[in-house]
């Protein structure tokens, strides 16, 4: 509604200053755009949590930022900095514990996002580089989680990472150079800390935000796929714009998982175990949770030996990933229905079943160490 | 059947306005409405259902099924109630309106103008964009590889005594603290642990099938000899599956004790070998001395884990 407004008053000062900013960047139409957006079959709670997830990681960002301020990247002064931010700088505990969940929060967001996206049918034709961005934003998460969670140089870190490299290494042709690569020598030491360092604070954050730039320009530029369900007509009747509606479920969305995460840090506050050492003494090491159930599945004896580690640790996820990167293109057929497409909702719940049962079972194994 | 704008809006009987503006629908994309300035009265702007469309004759006009007093019964537009496309993102608007009076053009810049080779350039640019990228492969890659090969480390460290080991055939763990050098840092010391085994002949035979164990460095020189009937025998405290640290265990299976790695439940015999779980080899023997006195020293080396042969790392 730009340029109809009714000359009643003179403007103020910071009208002029809108007034002169918008007319050399155009903010208005922005900010029109980016609200205007019409969202077929109304606003929706299943829509949060892209936006969700554009809040958690700018929180991590801000978060990330403030422990940089006193964490030192290096095998003699990461871990006591890392104490030190928990035991001495006020509020370090907090800032730290919210980093450490919030991580944990966008993992959850990025399973729910990609269920949701994935049940409605949302990465066919025109989406599918919605979703192959999505894959690859996925990927950068997880690579996140991983590399951060190295930092803190706790027994905990050092063992994950250790294991991790290792099936990595297992890559064929690469995985050697890789790991090499990622340790910064044939074991893990200071060059591991500033290489997981330098790819958490600078590359990661900036392949994300870049994808996720991507993500929301090509987004927009297919349009919300909407509901699976009803005729265009009641389609059209229930239509809204982004704002209002769906940028207050969007904001109500985003306090309860900011709540969430303040609570999670309240209760459950990052503890470290003991400066990281090649000798685990008495740490069963263990991946972070939502690495657990392929933790659990390499216990498994048929992922034993040297082709059986393979087939756990490479083949099945990649596979996996490969599958999905070509989904949009192999399930070409228009129907959006996940209750008219029997093989994907199997698909789906077979997987988060897996998941489950390997995560508790892993869990389970814990008592049965001790 | 598109309507221009500005075109003159007829009745059966008789002319009523022009054609102002347009009404989209947002989602199927296509012109709903059509906003007719009336001639006549107040030169209210009435809408107008797309389906009210006649006939389209030529671009100037455009012909109404309504007669002029039922489209004085038309809803008057409240203007309030619409943005402009301007003020909306809509995918793939424009390739579904084509309410522009046709193509506008924009011409060359005069020296632009009979420039043929516009490709060539573009082209050059790219190839150039790679030149420059290119001399910089070569030496980012020596950049991030330096620390990645270095070669391997024959010096002894000792790790404890073996007459603390009263028993045969049963995993024993030393602890021991060595000096890790690396790069620009300071040397720090860190803590490692192996195991020994004070092994029974039979033990023994299982390890070394009867043949002495040789330890090579990089070039494949010899750095070391185990005996095949030393009664010591030195296990590197990384487990082969994955590289965890493992821990000599009773189990109800296993009463007379195991070395059992807690990540992935791979479980090995007093004599290495895999009698359990995913590990794809046998704990990895260490070259190991053991002096008159009893004092153990052994070489750290560290294999690859979760592969079938050793591949020496350290």
């Not at chain 1, 960047?25 to 957006?37: C, I, P, S």
Request: charged share 20%; net charge neutral.
């Amino acid at each position: 509604m730009s340029g109809h407004q009714d000359p009643v008053n003179e403007p103020n000062v910071f009208e002029k200053v809108v007034d002169f900013v918008d007319e050399r960047v155009g903010l208005k139409t922005l900010q029109a755009k980016m609200l205007n957006e019409p969202v077929p079959g109304g606003s929706r709670w299943a829509y949060a949590f892209g936006s969700v997830l554009l809040f958690i990681f700018i929180l991590q960002v801000v978060t990330g930022i403030l422990l940089m301020f006193y964490y030192v990247p290096s095998t003699d002064h990461a871990y006591a900095s890392t104490q030190y931010i928990i035991h001495e700088v006020d509020y370090g505990w907090f800032l730290l514990s919210y980093h450490f969940w919030g991580s944990s929060a966008m993992v959850v967001m990025v399973f729910a996002h990609m269920s949701q996206v994935f049940l409605w049918g949302a990465y066919k034709k025109p989406r599918e580089l919605v979703w192959l961005v999505g894959l690859a934003l996925f990927g950068i998460v997880m690579a996140f989680g991983f590399t951060g969670y190295l930092l803190p140089w706790d027994q905990r870190a050092f063992w994950a990472t250790v294991v991790g490299v290792e099936i990595m290494d297992k890559t064929p042709l690469i995985g050697d150079f890789m790991a090499r690569f990622l340790k910064g020598g044939p074991t893990p030491g200071q060059m591991t800390i500033s290489r997981f360092f330098v790819i958490h604070v600078m590359v990661l954050p900036a392949a994300l935000m870049g994808l996720a730039g991507l993500h929301i320009f090509l987004f927009r530029k297919a349009g919300p796929a909407g509901p699976f369900r009803g005729t265009p007509e009641e389609l059209k009747a229930k239509t809204d714009y982004f704002f209002p509606r769906q940028i207050w479920k969007d904001i109500v969305a985003m306090a309860s998982v900011f709540l969430i995460i303040c609570s999670l840090a309240f209760i459950e506050p990052v503890v470290l175990l003991e400066e990281a050492t090649p000798d685990p003494g008495d740490y069963h090491p263990e991946p972070e949770w939502y690495f657990l159930f392929l933790f659990q599945l390499l216990r498994l004896k048929i992922f034993g030996g040297e082709f059986g580690q393979f087939l756990g640790s490479i083949a099945l996820p990649g596979a996996f990933m490969a599958l999905l990167a070509v989904l949009p293109f192999i399930d070409t057929s228009p129907e959006r229905n996940i209750f008219k497409r029997p093989a994907s909702l199997i698909g789906w719940i077979l997987v988060m079943l897996m998941i489950l049962v390997f995560t508790v079972s892993a869990i389970i194994n814990r008592d049965f160490l001790d | 059947m598109q309507p221009k704008l500005a075109a003159k809006a007829r009745c059966s009987d008789g002319e009523v306005g022009k054609i102002s503006k347009v009404i989209l629908d947002p989602l199927s994309r296509e012109i709903s409405h059509v906003v007719v300035s009336e001639y006549s009265g107040q030169r209210m702007e009435r809408q107008v259902p797309i389906s009210q469309i006649q006939e389209v004759p030529n671009e100037e006009e455009v012909v109404l099924r309504c007669s002029v007093a039922e489209f004085g019964q038309f809803p008057v537009l409240d203007r309030d109630g619409y943005v402009t496309i301007h003020d909306l993102e809509i995918a793939h608007l424009e390739d579904n309106l084509h309410v522009e009076p046709g193509e506008i053009l924009v011409p060359y810049p005069r020296l632009e103008q009979g420039v043929p080779r516009r490709s060539f350039f573009a082209n050059m640019t790219h190839a150039i964009g790679a030149l420059i990228a290119l001399p910089f492969v070569y030496p980012v890659l020596k950049f991030v590889m330096k620390p990645m090969y270095r070669p391997f480390d024959n010096e002894w460290f000792s790790v404890g005594n073996v007459n603390k080991i009263k028993k045969e055939n049963i995993g024993y763990q030393f602890k021991f603290r060595r000096g890790f050098k690396e790069v620009f840092m300071p040397e720090q010391q860190i803590e490692k642990n192996i195991w020994v085994v004070k092994a029974t002949p039979e033990v023994r035979k299982a390890v070394y099938e009867g043949k002495d164990k040789k330890f090579h460095d990089e070039k494949g020189d010899i750095v070391w000899v185990n005996k095949a009937n030393a009664p010591y025998i030195g296990f590197s405290g990384k487990c082969p599956h994955l590289g965890c640290g493992y821990k000599w265990r009773r189990t109800k299976n296993y009463p007379d004790g195991v070395f059992l790695c807690p990540c992935h439940l791979s479980i090995y015999d007093e004599a290495g070998k895999v009698v359990d779980g995913p590990a794809p080899r046998a704990l990895d023997v260490l070259p190991m001395k053991v002096n008159a006195a009893g004092e153990v020293k052994i070489i750290d080396i560290e294999y690859k884990a979760g592969v079938e042969k050793q591949i020496r790392l350290l």
